[in-house]
Nanobody, 126 residues
Framework: IQLQESGPGLVKPSQTLSLTCTVT??????????WSWFRQPLGEGLEWVGA???????HYNPSLYGRTTISRDTSKNQITLHMSSITPADTGVYYC???????????????????WGQGTRVTVSS
C-alpha cells in the first residue's frame, strides 16, 4: 500500500487549505480500516486532525471541529482534507495514514497506524 499526500505548499491566512491523499495498492473502502490526517508543526509532536472510516463515517479532533472536513472520492481512491480559516498556527507537515478497525476507539493514537504517507509541507503566510 502507498499513500501520497499532495496540495499547495503555501497558503495565505484566512484561506481554505485543501490536501489530497492518493492511495494505491489498497482500496479506501476495504472493510474495517480508518484513514486519518495528522499534522506536525515544526519542532512539535504529531497532532491528529481527523479520520474517515471505510464506510464514510467521519471523526474530528474537537479542537479543529467546525473548520475541518474530511471526505473521500471512491472513484479516485482519494481522501481529502479541507481546513478553513487557516492561520500561521496551521503551518506544518501534514500526513495521511491508515489504521485497522481495532483503532476505532483511539483514532488519535498515531502508534496504531501501520501505513503512512511521506507527508506534505504546508506553510501559512501572507
Amino acid at each position: 500500500i502507498q499513500l501520497q499526500e499532495s496540495g499547495p505548499g503555501l497558503v495565505k491566512p484566512s484561506q481554505t487549505l485543501s490536501l489530497t491523499c492518493t492511495v494505491t495498492e489498497a482500496s479506501i473502502t476495504t472493510v474495517n480500516f480508518y484513514w486519518s490526517w495528522f499534522r506536525q508543526p515544526l519542532g512539535e509532536g504529531l497532532e491528529w486532525v481527523g479520520a474517515i472510516g471505510y464506510n464514510g463515517d467521519t471523526h474530528y479532533n474537537p479542537s479543529l471541529y467546525g473548520r475541518t472536513t474530511i471526505s473521500r472520492d471512491t472513484s479516485k481512491n482519494q481522501i481529502t482534507l479541507h481546513m478553513s480559516s487557516i492561520t500561521p498556527a496551521d503551518t506544518g507537515v501534514y500526513y495521511c495514514a491508515r489504521a485497522p478497525g481495532s483503532a476505532a476507539t483511539s483514532l488519535s493514537d498515531s502508534s496504531l497506524y501501520h501505513n503512512w504517507g511521506q507527508g506534505t509541507r504546508v506553510t501559512v503566510s501572507s
